[in-house]
């Protein structure tokens, strides 16, 4: 691997040489220890971690599309760690230190923009959520406070803090560590990380079926063969239930798909991450000045990643609530992708009934944030045929056995 | 906008309805075991294809029925009666 530096961007800036690939291709190998399917962040940092801190490198992450076709190149990239059940706050909070280190790591500029995370808060129950949320942060040393329309107003002027708004703020979490990220970076930092070790990934390689024997996993269908393979693992995000029923493992999801939308770019001015809850919207501004917006998923559960009016009607109306001097930017693009939703709002991750089999789903809305967690776990679990303890909580079993997390206080449209 | 046909009203616009979801049968509380009654509350086929669902029709005639949606192309049917 050509390392990446100043003095590289300088030559080959002056000289026009090009840069080499992040990645090779590689022939399909007819066995490899491990299959990751699905090439997002999750099944990305599985393999770059499964290699680099296990030294497991007979490893092959395929996808059916291109990597970061799935939620990874289309999410709006906030990260934060100021969850609500201690479980999730300590699991997005080793994510989120993960993130600060990874350009370092992978050699490679993410671009994580720590710029503060606020959740708003528009009525006395909201706000009574989020006195409860810091609480759960701080036990934790997460940096996490309620702060008060004063102080909002001093770190976003553009917002609407009267008493005569029609959702009027009384308050907001607000988390300083938290912030946005080039999404499409981290999944290509880690790409080139665990190429580099040796890891092959195969883009346009559909997984159609697994192969199960006697209780165990022994390889996957793909449109290009089939492979061997004594572990594989479910990180397909959206499509996860389509590939877990492959093996026999019904799961608690549902896919619904999120839109988000961005508009053209102008002057810096909007310094923190803004959420609201109650009106299902959030926006940022990214380092190239466009507003990103989200809100919640589409009414209706689908796989269909089709863009509707009523998302960019409703969005609209609600950011000029927020910030009403907004009203004539122009929205550039708007865009859906697949998110697999759980009862409880927390991932479902580590061994199922089937040997063998893995799993790293049900990371709904909020995925992208945990994607070096998730990696650095699943190769764990992988490796060590353990289940971490930070996981502990995310098993399969809990919906059976009746211990749900309860996330959805801080999950639901958090971001 | 998405059209969504009401057996009462007719087609009308998919924000008049609420999606309720798949069409499940709830297990005799009776009879039930913890394990059958926690996958009626938690598993979802989540079908990748034709799936029978049950919506709301909230701004209209307030009915509740059944509708075949593929759930990639979200075009819909009648249900067919043996499936
Ligand atoms: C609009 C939007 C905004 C979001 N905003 C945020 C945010 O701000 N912060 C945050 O933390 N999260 C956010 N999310 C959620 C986040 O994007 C996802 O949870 C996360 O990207 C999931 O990553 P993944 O690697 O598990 O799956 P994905 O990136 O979805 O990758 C799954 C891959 O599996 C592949 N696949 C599927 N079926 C097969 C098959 N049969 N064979 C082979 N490959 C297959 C797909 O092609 C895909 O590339 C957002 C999501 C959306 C859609
Ligand atoms: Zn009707």
């Known amino acids: 691997m050509t390392r990446y530096s100043a003095w590289r961007l300088f030559r080959n800036g002056l000289t026009h040489r090009e840069w080499p690939a992040a990645w090779r291709p590689h022939d399909l190998r007819p066995s490899y220890d491990v299959v990751v399917i699905g090439g997002g962040v999750h099944g990305l940092a599985t393999a770059y971690y499964l290699a680099t801190n296990h030294g497991i490198r007979n490893v092959a992450v395929v996808d059916k599309s291109y990597i970061g076709s799935g939620g990874s190149g289309r999410n709006t990239a906030i990260v934060r760690s100021n969850y609500l059940t201690p479980e999730g706050v300590a699991f997005y909070d080793r994510s989120l230190h993960l993130y600060e280190e990874l350009s370092a790591t992978l050699n490679f500029n993410v671009m994580f923009s720590q710029r503060g995370h606020m959740t708003l808060a528009h009525n006395d129950s909201s706000l009574r959520t989020m006195h409860w949320r810091a609480e759960v942060n701080k036990l934790q040393g997460v940096d996490s406070r309620v702060i008060y329309p004063d102080e909002i107003k001093r770190r976003v002027p553009h917002l609407d803090v009267s008493a005569g708004a029609r959702y009027p703020i009384q308050g907001a979490l607000y988390h300083p560590p938290g912030g946005i990220i080039r999404h499409d970076a981290v999944v290509w930092g880690y790409a080139r990380g665990a190429d580099a070790a040796g890891v092959h990934i195969h883009q346009n390689t559909e997984v159609t079926g697994i192969e199960v024997s006697g209780g165990k996993v022994t390889g996957v269908r793909t449109n290009r063969g089939t492979i061997a393979a004594g572990t594989v693992v479910n990180a397909t995000a959206g499509w996860a239930s389509t590939i877990a029923d492959m093996a026999g493992v019904p799961l608690p999801i549902q896919t619904f798909p999120l839109q988000a939308a961005v508009t053209e770019p102008v002057r810096p001015f909007l310094e923190t991450v803004i959420v609201s809850g109650s009106l299902h919207v959030y926006v940022s501004q990214t380092d190239r000045g466009e507003l990103v917006f989200g809100a919640s998923v589409d009414p209706f559960a689908s796989y269909s990643t089709r863009g509707s009016l009523e998302f960019i009607e409703g969005l609209a109306g609600h950011v000029l609530e927020l910030m009403p001097a907004l009203a004539k930017m122009r929205l550039l693009r708007q865009w859906a992708g697949l998110c697999d939703m759980t009862p409880d709002f927390s991932p479902i991750m580590g061994f199922t009934g089937v040997d063998g089999f893995l799993v790293d789903v049900g990371w709904g809305t909020y995925g992208f944030k945990a994607g070096p967690v998730s990696g650095e776990a699943m190769a764990e679990c992988i490796a060590t045929q353990r289940t971490p303890k930070i996981i502990e909580a995310f098993g399969l079993e809990r919906f059976a056995n009746g211990t749900l997390v309860g996330e959805k206080g801080a999950a639901a449209v958090g971001h | ?83």
């Open chain 2, 1 to 83: 906008m998405m059209l969504l046909r009401c057996p009462w009203c007719g087609p009308r616009n998919v924000t008049e309805f609420r999606y309720v979801g798949e069409k499940t049968s709830r297990p005799d509380p009776a009879t039930t075991t913890p394990t059958q009654w926690r996958t009626y509350l938690y598993t979802r086929a989540n079908v990748f294809g034709w799936t029978v669902e049950t919506w709301y029709h909230s701004t209209g005639c307030r009915q509740h029925f059944s509708v075949e949606r593929h759930t990639l192309s979200n075009r819909t049917r009648p249900v067919q009666e043996n499936s």
